[in-house]
């Protein structure tokens, strides 16, 4: 059998308000598909079943955007020799795999988006990059990023400064 080298990183749990929040905006989502769903099957006339559906457009589908932004969890597999980058993005049970092919990977960047949030980005084959989590806290992403640069063997680049980019030795850090 042949070993393969693989990274896996697990977002974690939600917290208790994020998941008590996606319930609220789920319980809404589905009351409003209910009430389209009977009045369009009931056999009310079609102008009141043209209500609650343009009901359910206006507050249903926002709140299911509302209810999967909440709970929507993101997790990462790249497997290193077959150059291959696995996303899982899981809701409850319910789990879809994108697959990234990315044949080499050349470094991990840091760099600061507005209002304090810093992004992490593996990037491989030239131009091209994934784009890997957001952090609030910049030791955070450091860490991150510094981990991930050793376990792949790849290098670091700090752009957290516009214009000002600094390759990151990532063996003075430990």
Do not use: H
């Not at 994020?18 to 809404?28: K, M």
């Not at 769903?37 to 299911?64: C, D, H, M, Q, W």
């Not at 020799?81 to 697959?99: A, E, H, N, R």
């Not at 080499?104 to 507005?114: A, D, L, M, P, T």
């Amino acid at each position: 059998m042949k070993s393969t080298n693989q990274v896996k990183i697990y977002s974690g749990k939600r917290k208790w308000y994020e998941l008590l929040l996606a319930s609220i905006f789920y319980a809404v989502t589905v009351y409003t598909l209910l009430l389209f769903l009977f009045y369009s099957t009931i056999g009310y006339n079609g102008r009141e079943a043209l209500i609650k559906f343009v009901e359910f457009l206006y507050y249903g589908a926002p709140s299911l955007s509302m209810a999967l932004l909440f709970s929507v969890t993101k997790d990462i597999e790249i497997v290193v020799d077959s150059g291959l980058i696995l996303s899982y993005y899981k809701v409850g049970p319910f789990c879809k795999v994108k697959k990234t092919p990315a044949l080499v990977f050349e470094y991990i960047s840091i760099f600061s988006q507005e209002k304090g949030i810093y992004q992490t980005n593996l990037w491989y084959k030239g131009n091209k990059f994934y784009k890997m989590y957001e952090f609030e806290n910049k030791e955070d992403a450091f860490e991150f990023g510094r981990m991930l640069s050793l376990k792949l063997g790849i290098d670091l680049l700090d752009a957290t400064q516009k214009g000002n980019f600094k390759w990151i030795d990532i063996s003075d850090s430990l």
